[in-house]
C-alpha cells in the first residue's frame, strides 16, 4: 500500500461499505475501501434479508446469487411447545403482486451477502484493501487527510469524502466527536454462534423456552451450520465453549436429542440501542451499525445499512460529477428519520422477546421495508392530492408484463436496472429527451404499471436511481420535469428540510 489520493475513502467493508462502494464503481466514482481485519469476517450475524434490500441487490444484478444461497420466509419453526407455527408469515395483501417482486424476506449467513457484494465489487474493478486500519484523519473544509496503518506502516490517503461504514465501534465517529445517543442493557445479552449439530433436521426453525431463558437452532442456508441464540442470565459470565452451548441448550429446552458437535464461530449479543445525533460534519458521513444500532428482533440492521449506502451512494456520485453539494444534505434528512423509526419497531419486538422468551414471528409492513419513503423530502415534487395513494418521495412500485421496442417482455424493475434516472411517459406525445434519463415507454401489456402509478392520459414519473419517486406529473409538463432536474443540478430545489421516515404501502 502506497499514499493515495482518491474521491471517497469508506472504512469498513461490511455489507453498508461494500454496496456504497459497489454504488460508486459502477458510477465510475474513485473510491478506496479500507477494513482493518485481515480478511473476510466469519460468521452467519444477520441472517435476514427484507424485501426493499432485495430489490436493492437486483438493480446491482446480485440477487439471483443472493437467493441460491437462501431459504424463503415464511419457514416451518418448531415452538417451545412442540408445535408447528410460520415464522415470518406475509400479510395476504402482499402477496402475488405485480408492483411487490419479493413479498417474503429470506435467511442467508451475511457473510454470504459479503461474499456476492465483494464478487460484484471486483467485477467493477474494485477491491476491498484488507489488514488496513484508520488511524487518525484531519478534515478540512476541501478535503479528508487520512492515516491509515497496513503491515505495520502508516500511510496517507487524501479524499474528497470519508464514509464512516466501521460499525458499533466506529473510529470514525468517534473521531468526528459525533454523539451516539441511547443505552447499553448489559442485562440483556445473547450467545450467538454458528454450530454444527447431530440429532436434529434442518427442514425447521427449533425454537425452545424454560421460566426464564429461551434458546433457538435456526439452519442456515448454503451450509451445514445452524445459527445458535440463547439468552445470558444478568451476571454470568458468557462461556462460548461447545460444552456450554450444549449445556445451555439442554437446560432451556428440558432434553433435547440435538447434539452441537462444534461451533466454528461465536460470539455475545449485548443490546445496544443508539442512534447518531448527526450523519455528517462536513465532508465525514456515517451510515450503517455506525450511525444506528439496535435489537435484531424484526432482522433490520443490515438492510438498513445496505439502503443508507444506496441512498448515500448515488448522491456521492451526483455531486462529484458536478451537482451543488447541497444535495449531500438530504441524505441525513431522508436517512435517519428511518433509523429512529427501526430502532421504535426493534425495541418493541425486542420488548415481546424478553416477555414471551421466543423469536417474535410475525411479519408486518415496517419489517420487510417497503413503507420507507421521503415525501416530505425536498427532492419530491408532484402534482397529486394528499389521499393518492403514490406520491413522489414513495418507493417507485415494480410491474409486469411490459413490452419493449425490441418486443420482449419484461418487468419494469428489469429494464430500470442500473441505477440512473428514469422517466415514465404515459402519454401519447414524446417524452422529452434529456441528458442522463432513461425513457421507458414499453407498452403495459397486463395492465400492472397502470395500476401501481394510477396515471392520466399524460402523466410523467421521473424515478431518482434509488428507485423511489421524485416527480409525477400527471399533467404531463415536460417543462416540469426539465425544471425539476435543473434546480437538482443547482442545489434550488425546494422544500421540507426533514422526511418522513415511512409512508404506508397500499394493502
Given at each position: 500500500?502506497?499514499?493515495?489520493?482518491?474521491?471517497?475513502?469508506?472504512?469498513?467493508?461490511?455489507?453498508?461499505?461494500?454496496?456504497?462502494?459497489?454504488?460508486?464503481?459502477?458510477?465510475?466514482?474513485?473510491?478506496?475501501?479500507?477494513?482493518?481485519?485481515?480478511?473476510?469476517?466469519?460468521?452467519?450475524?444477520?441472517?435476514?434479508?427484507?424485501?426493499?434490500?432485495?430489490?436493492?441487490?437486483?438493480?446491482?444484478?446480485?440477487?439471483?446469487?443472493?437467493?441460491?444461497?437462501?431459504?424463503?420466509?415464511?419457514?416451518?419453526?418448531?415452538?417451545?411447545?412442540?408445535?408447528?407455527?410460520?415464522?415470518?408469515?406475509?400479510?395476504?395483501?402482499?402477496?402475488?403482486?405485480?408492483?411487490?417482486?419479493?413479498?417474503?424476506?429470506?435467511?442467508?449467513?451475511?457473510?454470504?451477502?459479503?461474499?456476492?457484494?465483494?464478487?460484484?465489487?471486483?467485477?467493477?474493478?474494485?477491491?476491498?484493501?484488507?489488514?488496513?486500519?484508520?488511524?487518525?484523519?484531519?478534515?478540512?473544509?476541501?478535503?479528508?487527510?487520512?492515516?491509515?496503518?497496513?503491515?505495520?506502516?502508516?500511510?496517507?490517503?487524501?479524499?474528497?469524502?470519508?464514509?464512516?461504514?466501521?460499525?458499533?465501534?466506529?473510529?470514525?465517529?468517534?473521531?468526528?466527536?459525533?454523539?451516539?445517543?441511547?443505552?447499553?442493557?448489559?442485562?440483556?445479552?445473547?450467545?450467538?454462534?454458528?454450530?454444527?449439530?447431530?440429532?436434529?433436521?434442518?427442514?425447521?426453525?427449533?425454537?425452545?423456552?424454560?421460566?426464564?431463558?429461551?434458546?433457538?437452532?435456526?439452519?442456515?442456508?448454503?451450509?451445514?451450520?445452524?445459527?445458535?441464540?440463547?439468552?445470558?442470565?444478568?451476571?454470568?459470565?458468557?462461556?462460548?465453549?461447545?460444552?456450554?452451548?450444549?449445556?445451555?441448550?439442554?437446560?432451556?429446552?428440558?432434553?433435547?436429542?440435538?447434539?452441537?458437535?462444534?461451533?466454528?464461530?461465536?460470539?455475545?449479543?449485548?443490546?445496544n440501542i443508539r442512534l447518531a445525533e448527526r450523519y455528517r460534519v462536513g465532508n465525514v458521513f456515517l451510515a450503517g451499525d455506525a450511525a444506528h444500532i439496535h435489537s435484531p428482533a424484526g432482522g433490520q440492521g443490515m438492510n438498513t445499512g445496505i439502503q443508507d449506502a444506496t441512498n448515500l451512494g448515488w448522491k456521492l456520485a451526483a455531486v462529484a460529477n458536478g451537482t451543488d453539494e447541497s444535495l449531500l444534505a438530504t441524505y441525513e434528512d431522508e436517512r435517519r428519520p428511518v433509523a429512529e423509526h427501526v430502532l421504535e419497531m426493534s425495541n418493541e419486538r425486542m420488548a415481546a422477546m424478553i416477555r414471551d422468551r421466543v423469536m417474535p414471528a410475525t411479519r408486518d409492513l415496517r419489517t420487510i421495508q417497503l413503507d420507507i419513503g421521503y415525501r416530505d423530502s425536498r427532492l419530491a415534487r408532484d402534482d397529486r392530492g394528499e389521499r393518492a395513494a403514490l406520491r413522489a418521495g414513495d418507493r417507485a412500485p415494480d410491474a409486469t408484463g411490459l413490452m419493449t421496442h425490441h418486443g420482449t417482455r419484461q418487468r419494469l424493475?428489469?429494464?430500470?436496472?442500473?441505477?440512473?434516472?428514469?422517466?415514465?411517459?404515459?402519454?401519447?406525445?414524446?417524452?422529452?429527451?434529456?441528458?442522463?434519463?432513461?425513457?421507458?415507454?414499453?407498452?403495459?401489456?397486463?395492465?400492472?404499471?397502470?395500476?401501481?402509478?394510477?396515471?392520466?392520459?399524460?402523466?410523467?414519473?421521473?424515478?431518482?436511481?434509488?428507485?423511489?419517486?421524485?416527480?409525477?406529473?400527471?399533467?404531463?409538463?415536460?417543462?416540469?420535469?426539465?425544471?425539476?432536474?435543473?434546480?437538482?443540478?443547482?442545489?434550488?430545489?425546494?422544500?421540507?428540510?426533514?422526511?418522513?421516515?415511512?409512508?404506508?404501502?397500499?394493502?
Open positions: 500500500m502506497t499514499d493515495l489520493t482518491t474521491t471517497v475513502l469508506i472504512v469498513g467493508a461490511g455489507p453498508t461499505g461494500l454496496t456504497l462502494a459497489c454504488q460508486l464503481a459502477r458510477r465510475g466514482v474513485p473510491f478506496e475501501i479500507i477494513e482493518a481485519a485481515e480478511g473476510a469476517r466469519p460468521g452467519s450475524r444477520g441472517k435476514g434479508l427484507q424485501p426493499r434490500s432485495l430489490e436493492v441487490l437486483e438493480d446491482l444484478g446480485i440477487v439471483d446469487e443472493i437467493l441460491a444461497n437462501a431459504q424463503t420466509i415464511p419457514m416451518t419453526a418448531v415452538a417451545p411447545d412442540g408445535s408447528s407455527i410460520r415464522v415470518g408469515e406475509v400479510p395476504a395483501s402482499l402477496l402475488d403482486r405485480s408492483d411487490i417482486p419479493y413479498p417474503a424476506s429470506v435467511i442467508t449467513p451475511e457473510w454470504r451477502v459479503e461474499s456476492a457484494l465483494r464478487t460484484l465489487l471486483e467485477k467493477l474493478g474494485g477491491a476491498v484493501r484488507f489488514g488496513a486500519r484508520l488511524d487518525s484523519f484531519l478534515a478540512t473544509p476541501g478535503d479528508i487527510v487520512a492515516t491509515v496503518i497496513s503491515e505495520e506502516t502508516s500511510h496517507t490517503i487524501r479524499a474528497r469524502w470519508l464514509v464512516g461504514c466501521d460499525g458499533g465501534h466506529s473510529v470514525v465517529r468517534k473521531a468526528s466527536g459525533i454523539p451516539f445517543d441511547g443505552e447499553t442493557r448489559d442485562d440483556v445479552r445473547m450467545l450467538v454462534a454458528d454450530v454444527a449439530v447431530e440429532g436434529l433436521d434442518r427442514e425447521s426453525w427449533h425454537m425452545w423456552r424454560s421460566a426464564d431463558n429461551m434458546a433457538s437452532l435456526c439452519p442456515l442456508p448454503s451450509t451445514d451450520l445452524f445459527q445458535f441464540q440463547a439468552g445470558i442470565e444478568p451476571g454470568e459470565e458468557p462461556d462460548l465453549s461447545v460444552a456450554h452451548l450444549q449445556a445451555t441448550l439442554d437446560e432451556v429446552s428440558g432434553g433435547t436429542t440435538a447434539r452441537i458437535i462444534d461451533a466454528p464461530w461465536t460470539s455475545v449479543w449485548r443490546a424493475f428489469e429494464i430500470m436496472a442500473g441505477g440512473t434516472w428514469t422517466l415514465l411517459n404515459f402519454g401519447d406525445a414524446p417524452a422529452p429527451v434529456i441528458d442522463g434519463v432513461r425513457v421507458i415507454d414499453a407498452r403495459d401489456t397486463d395492465g400492472s404499471l397502470a395500476a401501481a402509478y394510477a396515471p392520466s392520459e399524460r402523466t410523467l414519473v421521473l424515478i431518482r436511481p434509488d428507485a423511489y419517486v421524485a416527480v409525477i406529473s400527471d399533467a404531463g409538463d415536460a417543462h416540469a420535469i426539465r425544471a425539476y432536474l435543473r434546480d437538482f443540478q443547482a442545489g434550488t430545489l425546494e422544500g421540507s428540510k426533514s422526511a418522513g421516515a415511512t409512508q404506508p404501502v397500499k394493502e
